[in-house]
């Protein structure tokens, strides 16, 4: 057993670091540098300069453009950028539609959408939860009737995270309502340009715009947009949750959420104060033991092992603890957490965005898997427990 | 990065298992705790002397002092599975904490008196070093020790010595000015009076009172004493969380069977989600906690104090807080046969509270990890 990493592990974190010196735009950097909110167009901004350099993918096998790093070095790669408080990555298409269209899709699919993803040309969104159907995602309702070369999509989807600057929406509907919920769903997708989608954003807690409610009428889609088997979309949907499992174990993001309430501490003078280092420390010590949970995960990937049961556990834990930061963050602030969301003036610019942050991060145990359909799975799969 | 057991590390997991499994499963424990109190009885000197024939009481010393030069991987490998049936031998606080103690600061010359009979299973060692008026620091400050010519005059009282009251020898620490200074005295030495006491885990263990001369002979004098106390205790610490790891993975078992067979209300208790998910919150404890045992195992042999003392510190931290989560739990769901002496559960329970307060409770370790200077870099 060794926690170090090989000379050459090294030498390419060395680059990474380097490049990130150079290469991070002094805007973005000063953003950084106080935690602060990313607009989409900052994003997008970011994205591009990564694709330039090829890293924008680093997950993706070469043939389709990714990098071929390493296991290992994905992931220096991965823990550099988020430790430089570089913008977070739109998930939808470079994560999620992304792998599913490499393993479901056809090749005419893969030459159209994944060139796109990758550039940053094509702005994806996740069509997956509705009105009646959110835990329960099978019982998704939006329906595809079949129209001679298309079908024509009615429905509404919700949550739709970022669908206002969405380019394309990936779907679950059913195109077939005979059969058993899971058998009649079909994997979609949509051009938000199309006659008929409508996404209306609403407000999240934290007063970001980050949803929408996304409306379908009549939308005509091409029958060469469904990805995977006609009523296979099942099986499509759940791989592509895999995906988003593991990426949302947050690590990173909450290492660098922990140091900043470490400087929130000190600009109050807190962190001499046994009691309250205490807080953050136990903290700190609960995202370590994650953070070793995802390195034995990695190191079991890199040996092209099948998730063991340490990984199932980081999305579970990693939202939590994600939670569990901006709400100390919160309660470090004191006072000045009663400031109404970015308020400039009020509170000091590194504290600017934790209120909003504290709200919205309550969808952390929701999204993805609610927390408690985590574990419903772990307890059937991985414990053996019986079901009803 | 590489989690991965070396093959001499798959081996000695595997002849560990097969031992614990063939010869100290856990009714030995219950045995062995039956019958603790009086000397002779308590773990069995045949099977500590099987231990030193199998070389594993060899493993965290160097070639030079008789050891099979093996790291503290390889310790915590073999007390994760002693946790698992709570193997009683005293491989913990003989070979592991007074052991590395002896080895630290000792001479080769030392070594050989001390250290090589206990590596062969011929005698046991114990650390006595613990004062009642000091929680867990590593520095001993009532039991003074004063120098006249080769002569030592030491005065003081240590509790709750593991394995003190069998131990062959003990290595006792003792304030000399700022300073500590550790001593071998063998157990019918006449500075030395031992009391046996129980600990929580039904274990054995001493009052050990020093009152008296000992010559220069037995103070340890081939390294720094301070060193070895604080290398002594983050060893013990980070196999006590490997221990933890075994007792927490055996105790999830154990509840997760208790789960698919009682049934109550015409089913398996174990469909109803309220205790599944419970189940489930146990489970991601035990991988935490196995992840930071893997942490703990590798830095506590790091020489660099800001790796090895915030590495130790938060896996030691993490083993008193998962795992008394983890054994509390088991209980609740096991219902009242739990609260039961005749049940397993509670005498994992009871050795994990205990493991949790060895060397160093979490509000110590808490406060040392924020000590490091890692705590406040780079902000």
Known sequence: MDL??????????????????????????????????????????????????????????????????????RFILTEALELAGTPSLSPFGLSMVGPAIMQFGTPEQQERFLPAILSGDQVWCQGYSEPGAGSDL??????????????????QKTWTTYA????????????????????????????????????????????TPAFCDTFFEGVRVPKTNVVGPLHGGWTVAKALLGHERTLIAAVGQSQRAIRRVKRIAAAHDLLDDPS??????????????????????????????????????????????????????????????????????????LEQTVASTYCYNRATTIYGGSSEIQKNIIAKLILGLPGV | MDFQLSDEQKLLRDSVRTFTKQRSPLSRFRKVRDHVGSRGAGWDAAVWREMGELGWLSLPFPEAAGGFGGSLVDVGLLLENFGATLVPEPYLASVVVAGIALLRAGTAEQHARWLAPMIDGQTSLALAHAERAHRFDVRPRATTASRRGETWTVRGTKHYVANGERADVLIVSAAHGDLPVLFAVPRDHAAVRIEGVRTLDGLGAATVAIEGEIAEEHRLSGGDATVALERAHDAGAAMAVAE??????????????????????????????????????????????????????????????DVRRPAVSAAKAKLA?????????????????????????????????????????????VRRFVASPGFTAGL
């Open chain 1, 164 to 207: 206002q600057y969405a380019d394309w929406i990936f779907c679950l509907v059913r195109t077939d309502a005979s059969v058993k919920k899971q058998a009649g769903i079909s994997f979609v997708l949509v051009d938000m340009r199309s006659p008929g989608v409508e996404a209306r954003p609403m407000l999240t807690i934290g007063h």
């Open chain 1, 276 to 349: 309250w280092a205490g807080r953050i420390a136990r903290l700190e010590i609960e995202l370590q033991a994650l953070q070793m949970a995802n390195y034995r995960a990695l190191a079991g990937a890199a040996l092209g092992h099948a998730p063991g049961p340490e990984s199932s556990i980081l999305k579970l834990r990693g939202s939590e603890i994600f939670q569990r930061v901006f709400e100390l963050a919160m309660d470090v602030m004191g006072p000045d957490a009663l400031a109404w969301f970015n308020q400039p003036g009020v509170v000091s610019e």
């Open chain 2, 244 to 305: 933890g790891v075994g007792i927490c993975q055996a105790v999830l078992e154990l509840t997760t069977s208790h789960l698919r067979s009682r049934e109550q209300f015409g089913v398996a208790i174990g469909t109803f989600q309220a205790l599944q998910h419970r189940a489930v919150e146990m489970f991601v404890e035990v991988e935490l906690l196995r992840s930071m045992s893997v942490l703990a195992s590798i830095r506590a042999d790091d020489d660099d104090d």
């Open chain 1, 4 to 73: 170090s990493f090989s000379s050459d592990d090294l030498r390419f974190r060395d680059e990474v670091r380097a490049w990130l010196a150079d290469a991070m735009p002094p805007d973005l950097r000063a953003k950084a540098d106080i935690d602060a909110h990313f607009e989409m167009d900052e994003v997008m901004r970011w994205h591009r300069i990564l694709h330039a350099k090829g890293w924008v993918a680093p997950h993706w096998p070469t043939e389709f453009g990714g990098p071929g790093l390493s296991p290992t070095q």
């Open chain 2, 321 to 365: 807080t998962g795992g008394r989560f983890v054994t509390q739990q088991a209980i609740q769901l096991h219902g009242g046969i739990g609260i039961t002496d005749e049940h397993d559960v509670g005498l994992y329970f009871k050795r994990m509270h205990a493991l949790g307060l060895m060397f160093g409770d979490e509000e110590h370790h």
């Open chain 1, 138 to 155: 099978a019982a998704v309702r939006t329906t595809a009737r079949d129209d001679g070369d298309a079908f024509v999509l009615d429905g």
